[in-house]
């Protein structure tokens, strides 16, 4: 009784800042983003191994209520309680170890898990690159090490900038998703972390972009009627088709059940790959935009398919103005994140996925796909208005040419787009 009363008393007189029994969390951001994704992944189980390069990820991982973590001071027996996790719980577990030689201890559960086809995620803290090879303490080439018995291994960015997130956060989805990709096995993400390391001022976790893979649509992957559902509730869709060497002849009634719900972007590499007339000049159309018209073109929902884009306005275009959803469409199943905006794998033939969606699209028709239509007959009237131009600039004195005004430049970098009448016989491309 006295000793609560005496308690009571210091609390009284020394009472308690609530604001320092905050979570908080690491500033690094490659960690932050892996932290994010693991939780979005629902990895739940962690190991987590001793030392001090791996700090700031412990500290971050067990201020995560929806983590269940495991402290295990031996690597070669974390590794295999780890194994272990995973087997009776039937999902991926993760295991975080220090630098140097913590990560070759657990090299035996990575290879069992290789072996038994167990979903194991390691995770291993590192030097920054440049002190590789130094004769700092406990170093070695980190990526990589476990060669062929991982089925995936990146190595993350210290990320300094948006490109380095988008990059690290790429990385990550990509080796999250190769935990059940064609059979299921271990990955190992490596994490580069500079000091200082006992800095937590961050107080909730980012954002992070979760990227999805469909391994087809089939019930016995994964229920894909949610992707149907968004593809329904989006009424800006629009299609971009990349080099293709074939050409694709659509059934009719698949023609129209899906010409009509899509603005179609095609290059002259995609060949005869969609179903109906394409929008082909990509180039004159953007560049007659201003930025507002623009962002009235940019799409809720994008789907790719086919291989390279080669028009550099609509990559900066997509990338100006991403849309909600990028869904990429291919037979490998591989991630290209082309406008840096991908948040759907789907790996399957793409017509034959156009085929299987187009019955389950509403019938409603969308305004969106005939916006692109007249901006399209909008750019086509601009056309002579170039020419114009261009016979003015033959004109022009030697000063105009050295020092071009912000028009002429414009008009400069647009020349290689609009071949002369003389070899095409117009600018605009003739429609197949």
């Known amino acids: 009784m006295g000793r609560n009363a005496a308690k009571n008393e210091y609390h009284a007189k020394y009472p308690v800042n609530l604001t320092y029994l905050e979570i908080m969390y690491t500033d690094k951001k490659n960690i932050l983003q892996l932290v994010a994704l693991l939780k979005a992944h629902r990895i739940q189980k962690i ?21 269940t973590c495991y402290p295990v001071t031996d690597e070669r027996s974390a590794g295999f309680f780890a194994l272990g996790l995973a087997l009776n719980g039937g999902s991926p577990a993760a295991i ?39 004769m700092d303490g406990q170093t070695l080439p980190q990526p990589g090490v476990f060669g062929s018995l991982v089925k995936k291994s990146v190595n993350l960015p210290e990320v300094q900038s948006e490109e380095d997130e988008w990059y690290c956060n790429r990385l990550i989805n990509e080796a999250l998703m190769e935990l059940d990709h064609h059979g299921k096995g271990p990955v190992h993400i490596n994490v580069p972390i500079s000091e200082p390391f006992f800095k937590l001022p961050v107080t909730e976790l980012p954002e992070a972009r979760v990227i999805t893979r469909y391994q087809g649509l089939n019930v016995y992957n994964k229920d894909y009627q949610p992707l149907i559902d968004r593809l329904n509730r989006y ?31 095609t290059e002259n590499i995609s ?50 103005h991403p849309p909600v959803e990028h869904w990429h469409v291919a037979s490998d199943g591989q991630v290209a994140d082309l406008f840096g905006s991908l948040t759907t794998v789907i790996e399957m033939d793409p017509f034959e996925f156009l085929e299987k969606i187009a019955p389950m699209m509403d019938s409603r028709t969308p305004e969106y796909p005939r916006m692109g239509s007249s901006v399209e007959e909008y750019s086509a009237s601009r056309i002579p208005l170039l020419r114009n131009e261009r016979h003015r600039e033959s004109h022009q004195s030697p000063a105009d040419f050295l020092f071009p005004s912000p028009g002429q430049q414009l008009h400069c970098a647009l020349r290689p787009t609009f071949p002369s009448p003389e070899r095409r016989g117009g600018f605009i491309q003739p429609r197949n």
């Open 96 to 134: 975080c170890c220090t630098s140097g030689t913590a990560l070759l201890n657990i090299h035996p559960a990575v290879a069992e898990a290789f072996y038994q086809q167990v979903p194991l995620v390691v995770i291993s803290a590192d030097r920054p690159a440049a002190w590789i090879g130094q």
């Open 235 to 265: 009424q800006r869709r629009m299609v971009v088709v990349g080099q293709m060497n074939l050409i694709y002849l659509f059934d009719k009634k698949y023609t129209k059940m899906l010409y009509k719900h899509f603005a179609w972007f």
């Open 271 to 320: 060949n005869q790959t969609i179903p109906g007339m394409p929008i082909r000049n990509i180039e004159p159309l953007l560049c007659s935009m201003d930025f507002e018209a623009q962002q009235k073109m940019r799409p809720e929902l994008l789907i790719t398919y086919g291989g390279h884009i080669i028009s550099k306005r609509l990559k900066k275009f997509l990338r100006r």
């Open 47 to 67: 190991v987590l191994c001793p030392g001090s390069r791996n700090i700031p990820i412990v500290q971050t991982l067990v201020n995560i209520p929806e983590f």
